[in-house]
């Protein structure tokens, strides 16, 4: 690896740090303040309006990149990210609840929009030995922030107020476009081939997935994990909201939480994830992850308290933050420009948020017609999900394999 390479991968890692250092503002204050003004039993109607706006921006996104390449849709996507964020902070300070769904789902399509051209880069950088080693510490650096974020969040919350800190949030992007422009300048903007410049296969490139398997089964993956991850939110916010009926103490618990997960998600991308890599098939690592999430699913069954709550879904999330990102990643290095920019921005953005909606919108359908859903439903269903996962990582690595 060269000395520029390593520069480059170092910026990104630091535009990760601001970038997710600020998403902690914004996904603790969206959620408490949501479910200030509506309750956390309409949670899944803004989750279900998640992947309209997800599809729409990376429809966006892919516009720009045909019109002004890699680099320049990193920072115009956002600078304009920034501005929502202190656009929201000003109805909500003025009282506009709508503004709280607005960000809410805003926050959704936001996050996933920019991470994954964080990662498109990285995977146009790094060659599959590489990554090997590099990928779970480049997660780190995005942990590194958000530990920082959630910390914030627990001490601010009660002084400054849960609104003033979207304003922090948007500050955050600044420096984070700025990083993540010099980790071009040092790596060099990815070119596509001329089969795929401006756009050619599309904005999206979805005709890519009628030739590549791969491709299809990252989407399934993609699907059926994010299923797990609703089923688990859900279940928590619940028990959160009978735990802590206070606006501001709620947004400082779920500050705690969210940095003691990033904690646990650090450790494992600094000192677990390089050495499971190299010496564990890709196979057995993909196996072993929802299993583990089964069980902890038939433990939120069994005892469905907040503690054991917490744990299910921190494990989701510190799993899914740092070995099944890492490992996942690896499948786009040996795939197209339009595979790693485009066809990953619908699997990796609109794929995440279409599974979370979809849950969501039948959950809130069948809230609607049955009534409130008893909360043990939502565990049962994230064991039925990993069930599910299982035989599809099974099948997805034996394509890979292939």
């Known amino acids: 690896?060269?000395?520029?390479?390593?520069?480059a991968l170092l910026a990104i890692g630091l535009a990760a740090s601001c970038l997710l250092m600020g998403y902690e503002f914004v996904r603790s204050v969206s959620t408490s303040l949501f479910i200030g003004y509506y309750g956390s039993r309409n949670l899944p109607w803004v989750m279900a309006a998640a992947p309209l706006a997800t599809i729409a921006m990376v429809y966006a996104y892919g516009l720009v990149l045909s019109l002004m390449g890699a680099r320049r849709a990193l920072l115009l996507s956002t600078v304009a990210s920034a501005l929502v964020m202190v656009a929201c902070q000003f109805g909500l300070l003025r009282g506009y609840a709508p503004a709280s769904a607005v960000l809410y789902v805003f926050r959704e399509a936001y996050i996933v929009i920019l991470v994954e051209q964080y990662w498109s880069f990285i995977n146009s950088t790094v060659r599959p030995e590489q990554a090997r080693l590099v990928n779970g510490p480049i997660t780190g650096f995005g942990s590194i922030g958000a530990i920082v974020g959630a910390t914030l969040v627990r001490r601010l919350a009660g002084g400054l107020g849960s609104e003033n800190l979207l304003l922090l949030a948007g500050l955050s992007l600044l420096p984070a476009a700025a990083l993540a422009y010099a980790a071009y300048a040092w790596g060099g903007e990815p070119q596509p081939s001329a089969e795929e410049v401006r756009g050619r296969q599309g904005h999206l490139a979805l005709r890519l997935f009628a030739g590549n398997r791969v491709l299809v089964l990252?989407?399934?993956l993609v699907l059926v994990t994010q299923a797990v991850s609703t089923l688990l939110d859900l279940r928590f916010s619940g028990l959160v909201e009978a735990a802590y009926a206070e606006k501001n103490a709620r947004t400082a618990y779920l500050g705690g939480f969210y940095a003691w997960l990033n904690v646990a998600a650090f450790l494992l991308q600094f000192a677990v994830v390089p050495g499971v890599l190299r010496m564990v098939p890709l196979r057995a690592v993909h196996m072993a992850i929802p299993a583990l999430h089964l069980t902890a699913c038939a433990a939120l069954m069994a005892r469905p308290t907040l503690a054991v709550g917490a744990l299910a879904f921190g494990l989701f999330k510190a799993l899914d933050y740092s070995l099944f990102r890492a490992a996942k990643e690896m499948l786009y290095i040996p795939l197209s420009f339009d595979s790693?920019?485009?066809?990953?921005?619908?699997?990796?953005?609109?794929g995440y948020r279409l599974s979370?909606?979809?849950?969501?919108?039948?959950?809130?359908?069948a809230g609607t017609v049955a009534g409130a859903l008893p909360g043990g439903l939502y565990a049962v269903g994230a064991l039925a999900a990993s069930v599910g996962w299982i035989l599809l990582a099974r099948g997805a690595t034996r394509e890979i394999d292939g």
């Open 340 to 350: 790693r920019y485009r066809a990953k921005s619908v699997i990796d953005a609109f």
């Open 356 to 365: 979370k909606g979809a849950v969501s919108g039948l959950l809130a359908l």
């Open 1 to 7: 690896m060269t000395k520029r390479q390593c520069w």
């Open 218 to 220: 990252l989407a399934g």
